[in-house]
Each structure stands twice: as C-alpha cells, then as structure tokens.
C-alpha cells in the first residue's frame, strides 16, 4: 500500500497545507497591512533648482533647494547667495556620493542664519493604519560648498551637525547628521 494514499498521512497532510494556506494568508494580510504606508521621494524629476520641493512635497518656509552630487540649488529671487556652487569633496574628489536611494538630486537645506526664515519642507505619508507600528528611515548628509557660487560666494560655508524634524501633532525631534563630507584637514 502507498504510504502517501493512507488516511492517517492524508490527515496530517491535510493539517499541513491547511496550516501553511492559513499561514500564507496572514503573512500577506499583515504585509499588506504596512505596504500601503507611503511617502513620496525626496527627489525631483525636473533635477535642480532654487525655491523648491521635491516632486509630492511643499515648502514650508524659507528658499529651499534641489541639489545634486556636482552643484548646489538656489538661484530663485531672494535665495541667489552662492547657487550653482559646487561641493568641496573630499582630496581628490569631484562629486558627492549619492544616497543609498540611488536618486540624482534631493533636498538642499542650509542654515540661512537669523536674518531669513530657516528653510523648510513638508510632505503627507499616507497609508497609515492607527495602532501600526512604522519605521521611517532618513538618510542625511551635510558638505560645505566652495566658493565658486553666485558673486564669488559660498552656498553653504558652515556644516550643519543636527537638523530637525516635525510629525504634525507632536513636538519638534532633533535628528543627528550623521554622514560627513568635507576635505580633509592638514
């Protein structure tokens, strides 16, 4: 007699498929759950720019920016200081390493000091399911520029250590800059 035809395997077979369908069925339902949470990129199609946001984002306050690897935004009325400058690599270097998203361009934000509105931007992630738990991974950087933008003068001059960050409803966060790029010293 074939041992996969007798009714006692049947039955834990059964149980088994039974029990991996089930579990099949929850894992997409709970992946679902959590893939319909999104966010739009923080890049732009139309590549840099001045007094801008990325595609699906506003702006808040302030002039900010769309920059790439090579050369920084800028250039709008009221926010022409130094755009179009290019980042000052490390030795030997031409051009920023892209992010870890591979995208071209991104958000420039620069500490524009107290005489202006300090640049920034907002978007809605959408999808949100209350009671879910999120993980919401961002990815900065912070470089100087040379100074080789409009009139002779830097874009960003200063790096930025820490920028902030606000979920409406909910008090301002600090968020560490945590990747570097500047020439080495000495």
């Known amino acids: 007699m074939n041992k996969l035809l007798s009714p006692t395997n049947y039955r834990l077979n059964s149980f088994s498929v039974l029990g991996f369908l089930l579990l099949t069925v929850f894992m997409f339902l709970d992946y679902e759950s959590y893939a319909q949470a999104s966010i739009p990129g923080s890049t732009r199609g139309d590549g840099i720019c001045g007094r801008c946001s990325p595609d699906g984002w506003g702006i ?33 270097g031409t051009q920023l390493d892209l992010p870890p998203t591979g995208h071209s361009t991104w958000i420039t934000l620069r500490d524009v000091g107290t005489q202006y509105d300090q640049e920034s931007v907002k978007t809605t992630i959408t999808g949100l399911v209350e ?25 960003a001059g200063v790096l930025e250590d820490a920028f902030e960050y606000e979920v409406e409803g909910y008090p301002i966060q600090s968020l560490p800059v945590l990747t570097l790029y500047f020439p080495e010293i000495g």
Do not use: C
Not at 70 to 77: D, E, K, L, S, V
Not at 136 to 145: A, E, Q, R, V
């Open 60 to 92: 808040s306050t302030g002039t900010p920016d769309i920059s790439n690897r090579t050369t920084t935004g800028g250039g709008a009325p009221g926010n022409n200081l130094g755009h179009t400058a290019s980042w000052d690599v490390e030795a030997g």
């Open 131 to 155: 009671g879910k738990l999120y993980k919401l991974s961002m990815f900065t950087m912070t470089s100087i520029t040379n100074n080789n933008g409009n009139g002779g003068n830097y874009y």
